[in-house]
T-cell receptor, first 110, second 116 residues
């Protein structure tokens, strides 16, 4: 099946710093999503981005499907950005099934 | 988008018992998905539940351990049977969105299960 690798596994920032999270995938995808899992376990949808670039406030994402990677940018980080960020993809024949990366644990200190 | 609720939100169970988790969606959906997240790990798909047919299980998951029901287009249940401490996990259901959000997946709040 499709492989998803996220980097870095852990990231520690001071409030106000910028960061870039990366997601590499091993095959063509129909769907790519970025999620933020809060401390209570809830998965928050950040971006649905199988290709192209999107921005939502301090967050933006870019997926280069031909090169099989996606980037999540967080600018001016806040303590509330802390948590786990997951990239998940739906492979070409997976029909709605998502394969998740291992996640990036982000800690933002005040 | 889709609004998904799960019951219970958390539970503590004794080994050898079973727990049934409910997932309710605010709109009719064709497929519902059940995921497991073991402590400190990522999410892994357990099975896909289609209304009117048997659930399709992923490698490593079997119907006897995780029976699933899908009685209608807005509801599904996952049972964790004959539990052991290794079943302690967060269990999440998900669905694809509708309208402009079609093909985007949305997740329920999860059920946090602890098995003693």
């Amino acid at each position: 099946g499709i492989q998803v690798e996220q980097s870095p596994p852990d990231l520690i920032l001071q409030e106000g710093a910028n960061s870039t999270l990366r997601c590499n995938f091993s095959d063509s995808v129909n769907n790519l999503q970025w999620f933020h899992q809060n401390p209570w376990g809830q998965l928050i949808n950040l971006f649905y981005i199988p290709s192209g670039t999107k921005q939502n406030g301090r967050l933006s994402a870019t997926t280069v499907a031909t090169e099989r990677y996606s980037l999540l940018y967080i600018s001016s980080s806040q303590t509330t950005d802390s948590g786990v960020y997951f990239c998940a993809v739906e492979g070409g024949t997976s029909y709605g099934k998502l394969t998740f990366g291992q996640g990036t644990i982000l800690t933002v200190h005040p | 988008s889709a609004v998904i609720s799960q019951k219970p939100s958390r539970d503590i169970c004794q080994r050898g018992t079973s727990l049934t988790i409910q997932c309710q969606v605010d709109s009719q959906v064709t497929m519902m998905f059940w995921y497991r997240q073991q402590p400190g790990q990522s999410l892994t798909l357990i099975a896909t539940a289609n209304q009117g047919s048997e659930a399709t299980y992923e490698s490593g998951f079997v119907i006897d351990k995780f029976p699933i029901s899908r009685p209608n287009l807005t509801f599904s249940t996952l049972t964790v049977s004959n539990m052991s401490p290794e079943d302690s996990s967060i269990y999440l259901c998900s669905v694809e969105g509708t309208g402009p959000s079609y093909n985007e997946q949305f997740f329920g709040p999860g059920t946090r299960l602890t098995v003693l």
